[in-house]
């Protein structure tokens, strides 16, 4: 665990970059039902013999009733619709242009940079920080910051849907030793690593990039920041949430991958998870992560206006919020974007607290909570200045 307590570092701004498309459930819900029925006619005979298990169909009330999903944006419709194909399809580019994830997070770097009318040498440093990297290296940030026109140095972190939480504590301490501001960009296309042949969760994720920059609280006073009050990390192994994929997988390829879901050996190289145990576990951990940092702080949770939590299920946030406020919370205290966005991974707590603090008053108190693999979870407490 790890914790820090001076208020000596500001968020400044935040950016959002929004994909271009949107699929409802039901736009997925029908592809996806497509598929399954071209399955089960293709196997028919196996399935007869009792040699293969027919597909299920997956429903739109289901999905919005178990995640609190309405729809997701996404970087490419068209390859995720296809029934033959259910993956997005991204043109490979060259090398000398910028590759898709980092141009995503240059959008919101970009649009948070706008919003506290800074420029590339006001910045010192470029912390990438999200589930999965378009590649091993070089270092997205370093992509980044080149494509910014950032002095300084660049980084990429991984702690799933946690990573927008520890890239914050990051840039605290970078700030700490030295930093004036410290970009911290979220970019994720989750629908590249999400299997849509699987019911049990062809529909969690969306794609979407956030940025956050961090100033040190040396710099001139501005009226529209946020002093960070603390920052709490914590992080205990688990298998429940897990992706093999990764740069020893072209050895383990002795065939060609068959597309049958139920034989595919790449299955296990896209997200997989244990749903249910995810929720159970995770619920407690995140809950008491909090609430212990409130004590600690010597903040008593209900002088918290508002909790920005990670998006990946609604009943989840609303559990975790009930724990720590002993009641139920208002969708003004946990604002849902999950709705409309579906879970992005480490973004989803920075679009929450984006979209939803304009309304705060200098002395208001929120929190910023990441959770996911690992499992992982960080709580960023922060109060607006002024
Ligand atoms: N459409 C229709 N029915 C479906 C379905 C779908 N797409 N997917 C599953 N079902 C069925 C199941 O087959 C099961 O049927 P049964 O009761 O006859 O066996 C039933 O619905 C319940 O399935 P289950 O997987 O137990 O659903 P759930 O209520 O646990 O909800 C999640 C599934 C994934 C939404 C939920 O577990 C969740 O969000 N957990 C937390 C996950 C999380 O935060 N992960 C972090 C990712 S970073």
């Known amino acids: 665990m790890s914790e820090t307590s001076e208020a000596n570092v500001r968020v400044v701004s935040t950016g959002l970059f929004t994909p271009p498309h949107s699929i409802s459930n039901e736009e997925l819900v029908t592809a996806f039902n497509a598929y399954v029925d071209l399955f089960n006619t293709k196997n028919a005979a196996y399935i007869e013999a009792g040699l293969r298990e027919p597909l299920q169909k997956s429903s739109a009330e289901f999905i919005e009733k178990a995640s609190g999903i309405k729809s997701r944006y996404v970087m490419d419709k068209a390859g995720i619709l296809d029934v033959h194909r259910m993956a997005p399809r991204f043109e490979p580019r060259p090398d000398e242009k910028l590759s898709l994830l980092a141009e995503m997070a240059v959008h919101a770097a970009r649009d948070a940079m706008r919003a506290a009318d800074l420029k590339a040498d006001d910045i010192d440093g470029v912390i990438c920080a999200a589930?999965?990297?378009?590649?091993?290296?070089?270092?997205?940030?370093?992509?980044?910051?080149?494509?910014?026109?950032?002095?300084?140095?660049?980084?990429?972190?991984?702690v799933a849907c946690a990573s927008a939480a520890f890239g914050i504590e990051t840039g605290l301490g970078l700030i700490r030793t030295g930093a004036r501001r410290i970009l911290m960009v979220n970019p994720e296309i989750c629908t590249a690593h999400l299997n849509f042949r699987n019911r049990d969760c062809h529909f969690i994720f969306g794609d979407v990039a956030t940025a956050v920059i961090l100033e040190n609280g040396s710099e001139p006073a501005r009226n529209d920041s946020w002093d960070i009050l603390g920052t709490r990390l914590e992080t205990r192994f688990s298998n429940n949430i897990r992706n093999n994929f990764g740069f020893m997988n072209h050895c383990e390829r002795e065939t060609e991958a068959p597309a049958d879901p139920q034989t595919d050996p790449f299955t296990d190289k896209l997200f997989v998870q244990e749903g249910r145990k995810v929720f159970k576990e995770v619920v407690p951990m995140v809950s008491e992560l909090i609430a212990s940092h409130l004590v600690?702080?010597?903040?008593?949770?209900?002088?918290?206006?508002?909790?920005?939590?990670?998006?990946?299920?609604?009943?989840?946030?609303?559990?975790?919020?009930?724990?720590?406020?002993?009641?139920?919370?208002?969708?003004?205290?946990?604002?849902?974007?999950?709705?409309?966005?579906?879970?992005?991974?480490?973004?989803?707590?920075?679009?929450?607290?984006?979209?939803?603090?304009?309304?705060?008053e200098p002395g208001d108190i929120g929190v910023i909570c990441g959770f996911g693999a690992g499992y992982s979870a960080g709580s960023v407490v922060v109060r607006k200045a002024g």
Do not use: C
């Not at 290296?137 to 972190?157: N, R, S, T």
């Not at 209900?302 to 139920?328: P, S, Y």
């Not at 919370?329 to 992005?344: G, K, W």
């Open 131 to 158: 589930s999965n990297m378009q590649r091993g290296y070089p270092a997205m940030a370093v992509e980044i910051q080149d494509a910014l026109g950032v002095k300084g140095y660049g980084f990429d972190m991984n």
């Open 296 to 360: 600690d702080l010597i903040i008593p949770p209900e002088d918290v206006k508002r909790f920005w939590l990670h998006q990946a299920n609604l009943a989840m946030n609303e559990f975790i919020v009930r724990k720590v406020l002993g009641r139920d919370a208002t969708r003004e205290e946990a604002p849902v974007i999950l709705d409309e966005y579906a879970n992005t991974s480490s973004a989803g707590s920075i679009i929450a607290f984006h979209k939803h603090s304009n309304d705060f």
